[in-house]
């Protein structure tokens, strides 16, 4: 049987794939066989690499609905075709509901929600068009399914992402398919920002169930496995990668004798 993990001849876009996430997404679709866009407003210090194979970069914000059509034209040019969108690009800093300004609010809802929104729309113009179709997944997060003080307007927008795959994967069917990850905590190279050191990145790690942060590998398995034929009839859904979850605060306040 062929290898239906084998992506040689698939090209496929990560937004914000130089670092993070975003790396391990790319690498592991490098790994794969595929030819990798990535685009961010800067181009990386060094271009993803894997498996003899290199990303190309094409400079894009992704909130510019010009640039996102330039971007999406760009693999097309290069490739030939679009089979796999990665929506990554995203995040927030941290921001007290009570004090943010309208302003900061809405960029953060233009970043994590309508930029993935608009991109979808403009690779599924190329998508309709491919006897194959294509493949849309977006990148959430568990702020998606729980609480997210102090990025209130990051895990709304991210619960718009994930109610928006399930709206867009009816809509494009049958030959476009839509998913969300709702990725959990992960170790990047920039956890010590979040979590501290060495010692407080384990501490955090030790409080999911699986015993770990994820690393972007995780992630970037998950979106193979959503993109390959494996997946051909999953569509519409959201795929947890996050380690187990989150244990409930009340088990490490509770006296009950165990």
Same mark, same amino acid.
């Given at each position: 049987?062929?290898?239906?993990?084998?992506?040689?001849?698939?090209?496929?876009?990560?937004?914000?794939?130089?670092?993070?996430?975003?790396?391990?997404?790319?690498?592991?679709?490098?790994?794969?066989?595929?030819?990798?866009?990535?685009?961010?407003?800067?181009?990386?210090?060094?271009?993803?690499?894997?498996?003899?194979?290199?990303?190309?970069?094409?400079?894009?914000?992704?909130?510019?609905?010009?640039?996102?059509?330039?971007?999406?034209?760009?693999?097309?040019?290069?490739?030939?075709?679009?089979?796999?969108?990665?929506?990554?690009?995203?995040?927030?800093?941290?921001?007290? /509901?009570?004090?943010?300004?309208?302003?900061?609010?809405? !960029?953060?809802?233009?970043?994590?929600?309508?930029?993935?929104?608009?991109?979808?729309?403009?690779?599924?113009?190329?998508?309709?068009?491919?006897?194959?179709?294509?493949?849309?997944?977006?990148?959430?997060?568990?702020?998606?399914?729980?609480?997210?003080?102090?990025?209130?307007?990051?895990?709304?927008?991210?619960?718009?992402?994930?109610?928006?795959?399930?709206?867009?994967?009816?809509?494009?069917?049958?030959?476009?398919?839509?998913?969300?990850?709702?990725?959990?905590?992960?170790?990047?190279?920039? !956890?010590?920002?979040?979590?501290?050191?060495?010692?407080?990145?384990?501490?955090?790690?030790?409080?999911?169930?699986?015993?770990?942060?994820?690393?972007?590998?995780?992630?970037?398995?998950?979106?193979?496995?959503?993109? !390959?034929?494996?997946?051909?009839?999953?569509?519409?859904?959201?795929?947890?990668?996050?380690?187990?979850?989150?244990?409930? /605060?009340?088990?490490?306040?509770?006296?009950?004798?165990?």
């Amino acid at each position: 049987m062929d290898n239906p993990l084998d992506f040689s001849g698939k090209a496929v876009i990560v937004t914000g794939g130089g670092k993070g996430v975003g790396k391990g997404i790319t690498e592991r679709f490098l790994e794969a066989g595929a030819s990798v866009l990535i685009c961010g407003r800067g181009e990386p210090d060094a271009l993803p690499s894997a498996g003899g194979n290199t990303a190309q970069f094409v400079a894009c914000d992704v909130r510019d609905y010009e640039q996102i059509e330039a971007c999406v034209a760009a693999a097309v040019e290069r490739f030939g075709r679009l089979d796999v969108l990665v929506n990554n690009a995203g995040g927030a800093p941290y921001a007290e /509901a009570a004090t943010a300004s309208p302003r900061f609010s809405e !960029s953060i809802i233009r970043l994590n929600l309508i930029a993935p929104l608009n991109f979808s729309q403009v690779a599924n113009r190329v998508m309709q068009e491919q006897p194959e179709g294509g493949c849309i997944i977006n990148i959430a997060s568990v702020s998606t399914i729980r609480p997210s003080p102090g990025t209130a307007a990051y895990g709304a927008a991210k619960a718009g992402l994930v109610n928006l795959g399930t709206s867009l994967a009816v809509e494009w069917a049958p030959r476009v398919r839509v998913n969300a990850l709702v990725v959990g905590l992960t170790e990047t190279e920039q !956890s010590h920002l979040h979590y501290g050191d060495e010692a407080g990145i384990a501490a955090v790690g030790a409080t999911i169930p699986l015993g770990r942060m994820a690393v972007p590998r995780d992630v970037g398995n998950a979106c193979l496995f959503l993109a !390959s034929p494996l997946a051909s009839y999953v569509s519409g859904t959201n795929f947890a990668v996050h380690g187990g979850g989150e244990k409930p /605060a009340f088990l490490a306040a509770a006296n009950v004798d165990q």
